[in-house]
């Protein structure tokens, strides 16, 4: 695969077939994780494979989450809110999940650095496994203070993103984008 098209062409998948990511898989777009740039090459990153006990830790806080967050809201719509607790139950079903964690960052620099670049980590994983046919979607529900205990991350370190990731069950139709001449400015 091109690599703009699978720029242009990955969805955020959130459902998910039951064929297991192979090992194998695993290891390479994690390999590809590590080839983000890094402010002095700190490779700032924790690629941590959630199991189950941990996993059904994750989707009870993922529910309590959204009990107490969006699905108050009466803006939402009743199918929007369906969507959500289906996925919340068990992250789709997805046969990988994975949290990209940062270690504690000491200085200003790296509080700054460290989440840019498992960032970028995390967005090379997304398109190596794209490449591959595999789907998943990035979840910020790490900044979740219970979610953090859960994954045993320790004080001043940033949950980058929690992965739900698997062979796409079905693929959403793009979000659309505003066009980088929109988002284009110019300084004198
Ligand atoms: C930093 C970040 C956090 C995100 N958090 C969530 C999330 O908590 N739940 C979710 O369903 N999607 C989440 N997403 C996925 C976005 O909703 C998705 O990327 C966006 O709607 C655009 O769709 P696309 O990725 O298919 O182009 C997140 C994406 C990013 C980059």
Redesign the pocket.
Known sequence: MELCDAIQGR??V?AFGPDPVPDQTVTEIFEAGTWAPSHGNKQPWEFVLIGPATRAGLAMRYQAMLEAGPLKNPELAEARKQALRNFAKDFGGAPLLFAVVCPPATTDLDRYDFPLAAAAALQNIFLAAWERRIGG?????GSNPQIRELLGVQPGSTVA?IVAMGFPDSV?A??PRAQAADKTRRLP
Do not use: D, E, F, K
């Open positions: 969805r955020t959130r979607v990035w979840l910020s529900i993103g959403p793009p979000q």
